[in-house]
């Protein structure tokens, strides 16, 4: 096969899927807090149940999934049926009214789509040419993605779902707000059909045929043990903990900000802000997106000229300082500035660990090894991460004002994150091995 004339082909396929996989899961994930809280009226601690759900299904499915993809289904069969049955799953999340209900159909979709992250991973690396100069410019396209599906929903509320008025005060609008972000789940499962049907047409990757091992997870987890894997694993569980206060309260967070600041008939800037992405925190968030872009778009140079230690440590860097802007300069420029973090967050971060796990495991294992890191981030990092931000939360920063409304103190909320962040800086750069010895393709 000559990949000269055939890899460009290829990229593009691989793109629109990144594009489908992404867009599935920024229509709802930024909204699902202030929907939960602000339309469905659970509790905190019930609000952190339902986070923490579907992470508890993400722990069974990367063992599945990565066993099933390098052992006995192709990976583009495997990722169709899952996204044909979590297209079903996240559709009823919009109509779920009781906390149970919403629970155990939180559970199922995680235990479907949360592998998919990782296969989508997965069958790039195997068809891709060269894993740095390729697998950014394809991975961007979920990142666009992400960012189409986030604007249209933040434009669908802000011109379908925010009364004007003068009987439209704050009260009235945030809940009209908060009811018509079900519409987010609609879309993310028009979205989980189109993009079963897409994932039949992706190049055929099928398992492995000279395993070393049948139990592929096994194998994946004797490599994962080892440097620099243990480490990045071991640091990835904090981040990730870190990385769900960023989405469990920002929308709301950015979005309360957002409508204060456009309320003042001086802030033209706010007004704008609006206009074009919308209202409810979740176009906003995709600020974060766009700048994403651009890392990932740099990605194939920054992969050659930086080592993945110094990534990394950018990565991290960059979840405290979005995390002390938050805390400490709660006005929309420097709140813009913090979810614009999240590009070097994500970039440097999530997308090089990715990379470092590829690099580092036979591929026989590789499936598996990518949905073991997987696990940690969507799920061991959330279903911590989700019961302890709520903790936090209701326990440590929330109050009650003297009119005897419930607030959140976000200065006490966000410094927590950012006090983990920089301890797990530390703890990279000191463990961290700054030269590695990579695995053969």
């Known amino acids: 096969m000559d990949g000269m004339t055939v890899a460009p082909y290829i990229r593009t396929r691989l793109s629109f899927m990144m594009f489908l996989q992404y867009a599935i899961w920024g229509a709802w994930l930024p909204i699902l807090y202030p929907f939960l809280m602000g339309h469905r009226g659970f509790s905190l601690d019930q609000t952190g149940m339902c986070l923490m759900a579907g992470a508890v ?25 899952s996204h044909f049955i979590g297209a079903f799953l996240v559709y009823f999340l919009s109509t779920a009214a009781t906390v149970e209900l919403f629970v155990a159909l939180s559970f199922f979709y995680g235990l479907v789509y949360a592998p998919t992250l990782a296969l989508t991973n997965s069958i790039s690396f195997a068809n891709l040419q060269d894993r740095d100069r390729d697998f950014g410019p394809v991975r961007l396209w979920g990142t666009i993605g992400w960012i189409a599906a986030g604007i249209a929903v933040g434009q669908i509320l802000y011109r379908f779902y925010t009364p004007g008025g003068d009987g439209a005060t704050a009260e009235v609008v945030a809940a009209s707000q908060n009811a018509g ?28 045929a000279n395993a070393k091992e049948r139990t592929a997870w096994l194998e994946a987890l004797g490599e994962v043990r080892k440097q620099p894997l243990l480490t990045l694993f071991l640091i990835a569980i904090p981040i990730s903990m870190v ?12 979005g309360g900000i957002q409508n204060s600041a456009a309320s003042a008939n001086a ?29 990932l778009a740099l990605m194939p140079f920054l992969a ?50 990715f990379m470092v796990v590829d690099e580092n495991t036979t591929p026989d294992v590789r499936a598996s090894a990518q949905n073991f890191f997987n696990l940690i981030i969507i799920g061991i990092g959330i279903i911590v991460g989700s019961l302890f931000a709520t903790s936090v939360a209701g326990r440590y920063a929330q109050f009650v004002t003297p009119e005897g409304a419930t607030a959140m103190n976000y200065e006490k909320l966000f410094s927590v994150p950012m006090w983990m962040a920089l301890v797990c800086f530390v703890l990279m750069l000191v463990f961290y091995p700054s030269k590695t010895v990579k695995k053969a393709a």
Request: hydrophobic fraction near 55%; aromatic fraction near 12%; charge should be neutral.
């Open 57 to 81: 299904g993400a722990l069974a499915g990367p063992f599945i999934a990565g066993q099933l993809a390098d052992r006995s289904i192709a990976t583009e069969k495997l990722l169709a049926v």
């Open 181 to 208: 972000r079900a519409i987010a789940f609609e879309i993310s499962a028009v979205l989980g059909v189109i993009m079963a049907g897409y994932c039949l047409t992706l190049p055929h990757t099928p398992p492995t």
């Open 243 to 254: 990385h769900q206060f960023y989405f469990v309260f920002t929308s709301q967070f950015v």
């Open 267 to 295: 802030d033209a800037f706010a007004k704008l802000v609006n206009e074009v992405l919308g209202v409810g925190g979740g176009g906003l968030m995709t600020i974060g997106q766009m700048t994403e872009l651009a890392v």
């Open 304 to 353: 050659t000229s930086v080592s993945r230690k110094s990534l990394l440590l950018i990565g991290i860097a960059a979840y405290a300082l979005r995390m002390a802007l938050f805390a400490y300069a709660p006005e929309l420029p420097f709140v813009l500035l913090g979810v614009a973090l999240h590009g070097l967050c994500f970039g440097c971060f999530i997308f090089v660990a």
